[in-house]
């Protein structure tokens, strides 16, 4: 059984400019989740889609958006990026949504702003 | 932002011994305390997880205490092995919600 897919590994953006991040989730599972991790901050939530529609939502600005699409893949987008967007990325992917029933990390997405 | 606070930052711990992790949470609204493991280059893995009307839950070598009343809770992992060394992150959530509140990890190195 496939895990949950994050493309692309690593990515090198310049400030100002704007990014898109995917991750594919375990097949059957209807909600992805996405977090930022910094070695400041730590993990932070970044927001949940299920069944298209957004679900929930961290305390991040607008320029950090999402959607999924009807086979439950995500992608995530950040605009005008600055240099402390630099973070790993990562998703997680459940059935039923939530944390408690077979929540899955990916391995991430690392992103460089310079 | 942070509401669940994790010590100690890094751990250093021979092989065979207990590595012991602490974490302390304030909201008590939260009902799920799950701990991760993470390797480098790697997303954080589930390794095991307690509800606050448990108060100790064990999985082969690691163990879950928990201590409702202090509001804290702690990974032992006994008998540890330099497999183990990763970075250990515990954390918090409530009503099944995706908006996990993290610990900021621990480092533990096992030396063989």
């Known amino acids: 059984k496939a895990g949950v897919t994050q493309t692309p590994r690593y990515l090198i953006k310049t400030r100002g400019q704007q990014v898109t991040l995917s991750c594919s989730p375990i097949?059957?599972?209807?909600?992805v989740s996405w977090y930022q991790q910094t070695p400041g901050q730590g993990l932070q939530f970044l927001f949940e889609y299920f069944s298209e529609t957004q679900r929930n939502k961290g305390n991040f600005p607008g320029r950090f958006s999402g959607r999924q699409f009807s086979n439950s893949r995500s992608e995530m987008n950040v605009s005008t990026l600055e240099l402390g967007d630099s973070a790993l990325y990562l998703c997680?992917?459940?059935?039923?949504?939530?944390?408690?029933?077979?929540?899955?990390f990916g391995s991430g997405t690392r992103l460089t702003v310079v | 932002q942070q509401q669940v606070k994790q010590s100690p930052q890094s751990l250093i711990v021979q092989k065979g011994g207990i590595s012991i992790i602490n974490c302390a949470y304030e909201n008590t609204a939260f009902d799920y305390f799950p701990w991760y493991q993470q390797f480098p280059g790697k997303g954080p893995a589930l390794l095991i997880a307690?509800?606050?009307?448990?108060s100790e839950k064990k999985e082969g070598r690691f163990t879950i205490s928990f201590n409702k009343s202090a509001k804290q809770f702690s990974l032992h992992i006994m008998d540890s092995q330099p497999g183990d060394s990763a970075t250990y992150f515990c954390?918090?959530?409530?009503?099944?919600?995706?908006?996990?509140?993290f610990g900021a990890g621990t480092r533990l190195t096992v030396k063989p």
């Open positions: 307690i509800r606050p009307d448990v």
């Open positions: 997680a992917s459940s059935f039923l949504g939530g944390v408690n029933y077979g929540y899955t």
């Open positions: 954390a918090a959530s409530y009503d099944n919600n995706n908006d996990m509140r």
């Open positions: 097949s059957g599972h209807r909600s």
